[in-house]
């Protein structure tokens, strides 16, 4: 039974990648300090090859079994929490990612950083391929998540390059599904939290910024293939099927059947006019690319949230 240590596998991401390497025959160490996440997520899990451990990875990590992977996916990804702890969120991609990495030396074990389509920026390259080395602004609001990822990626490939150690970086674009939090602060919880309950849709901008949306189970399913292959360099994963703001928030008043409106606000700083991934090397590398539609995979996610009903009739 191979052994993986998942560092914040109580959250979104975390907990769906602690279920699908439960489901591979894994025995599962969840590793979180539940500061952003839920111990909801992860009560289905409770089994005896999985273990909880409440922990911040900005401290040291300690383990006194052996290690097979260690998949590092703690982080402050809500533009909500990393806005709000913005120390917090550069400590977690620095001090966090490198205890990560000592434990996977220690160990003899492969590393898996969770990066992000956010080391690119507001992008001037359109779709964004891995050779694209972004356009981020390093001292705005947002700089604290995406130059902690940045961070992140030079202090993996260090390691593997100078300590030998095993790695991999994924780099995720937006992501949604069944258990993000409605207050999360990205576009489609806060559409579907907003159309469920009748309240008006906030749009950024005129809404003509894109993004590409891939379900939960296709990303997992990716990130899984990555770990388990023998690529270094960094991976895109997400759906390159692109939508406006604005095309997305039809979709979610269609499906959920909701006739609240659209308002207007303003831009936040540096948010990015466009998103989309080249995956390519997805394709090649790990035989990879999404499944899930998008009006299928919100269908699923509005269906977690109990409004099964609603979808049922759009």
Same mark, same amino acid.
């Given at each position: 039974?191979?052994?993986?240590?998942?560092?914040?596998?109580?959250?979104?991401?975390?907990?769906?990648?602690?279920?699908?390497?439960?489901?591979?025959?894994?025995?599962?160490?969840?590793?979180?300090?539940?500061?952003?996440?839920?111990?909801?997520?992860?009560?289905?899990?409770?089994?005896?090859?999985?273990?909880?451990?409440?922990?911040?990875?900005?401290?040291?990590?300690?383990?006194?079994?052996?290690?097979?992977?260690?998949?590092?996916?703690?982080?402050?990804?809500?533009?909500?929490?990393?806005?709000?702890?913005?120390?917090?969120?550069?400590?977690?991609?620095?001090?966090?990612?490198?205890?990560?990495?000592?434990?996977?030396?220690?160990? %003899?074990?492969?590393? +898996? &950083? /969770?990066?992000?389509? @956010?080391?690119?920026?507001?992008?001037?390259?359109? $779709?964004?391929?891995? #050779?694209?080395?972004?356009?981020?602004?390093?001292?705005?609001?947002?700089?604290?998540?995406?130059?902690?990822?940045?961070?992140?990626?030079?202090?993996?490939?260090?390691?593997?390059?100078?300590?030998?150690?095993?790695?991999?970086?994924?780099?995720?674009?937006?992501?949604?599904?069944?258990?993000?939090?409605?207050?999360?602060?990205?576009?489609?919880?806060?559409?579907?939290?907003?159309?469920?309950?009748?309240?008006?849709?906030?749009?950024?901008?005129?809404?003509?910024?894109?993004?590409?949306?891939?379900?939960?189970?296709?990303?997992? %399913?990716?990130?899984? +293939? &990555? /770990?388990?292959?023998? @690529?270094?360099?960094?991976?895109?994963?997400?759906? $390159?099927?692109?939508? #406006?703001?604005?095309?997305?928030?039809?979709?979610?008043?269609?499906?959920?059947?909701?006739?609240?409106?659209?308002?207007?606000?303003?831009?936040?700083?540096?948010?990015?006019?466009?998103?989309?991934?080249?995956?390519?090397?997805?394709?090649?590398?790990?035989?990879?690319?999404?499944?899930?539609?998008?009006?299928?995979?919100?269908?699923?996610?509005?269906?977690?949230?109990?409004?099964?009903?609603?979808?049922?009739?759009?």
């Amino acid at each position: 039974m191979p052994t993986s240590l998942v560092t914040g596998g109580a959250g979104f991401l975390g907990s769906h990648l602690c279920e699908a390497l439960l489901e591979r025959g894994h025995r599962v160490i969840c590793v979180d300090n539940l500061v952003v996440s839920s111990l909801e997520n992860i009560d289905h899990l409770r089994d005896s090859a999985f273990e909880f451990v409440n922990h911040d990875v900005v401290d040291p990590i300690a383990c006194d079994e052996a290690v097979d992977f260690v998949y590092h996916l703690a982080a402050l990804a809500s533009p909500i929490d990393y806005l709000r702890m913005p120390l917090h969120s550069l400590k977690t991609g620095s001090y966090g990612t490198h205890h990560a990495l000592g434990l996977a030396k220690w160990k %003899r074990a492969r590393f +898996l &950083l /969770a990066s992000t389509s @956010e080391v690119y920026g507001d992008p001037e390259v359109h $779709p964004q391929p891995e #050779t694209y080395w972004g356009n981020v602004n390093p001292i705005g609001p947002r700089g604290v998540y995406d130059e902690a990822k940045r961070y992140a990626e030079a202090l993996t490939m260090a390691y593997h390059r100078q300590q030998g150690v095993n790695t991999s970086i994924v780099r995720i674009f937006n992501t949604y599904g069944p258990r993000m939090r409605a207050n999360d602060g990205r576009a489609i919880p806060t559409f579907l939290d907003q159309a469920l309950t009748g309240k008006p849709l906030t749009v950024f901008g005129d809404g003509s910024q894109t993004r590409s949306f891939c379900y939960v189970d296709d990303l997992i %399913r990716g990130i899984v +293939l &990555l /770990a388990e292959s023998a @690529e270094h360099l960094p991976v895109n994963l997400g759906n $390159p099927d692109e939508k #406006t703001l604005l095309e997305l928030a039809e979709v979610v008043l269609r499906l959920t059947g909701s006739a609240s409106e659209l308002v207007y606000e303003a831009l936040p700083v540096d948010d990015p006019q466009v998103r989309r991934p080249d995956i390519m090397r997805a394709k090649q590398i790990l035989g990879w690319e999404p499944e899930i539609a998008l009006e299928n995979g919100l269908r699923r996610t509005i269906a977690s949230l109990g409004h099964g009903a609603a979808v049922g009739s759009a």
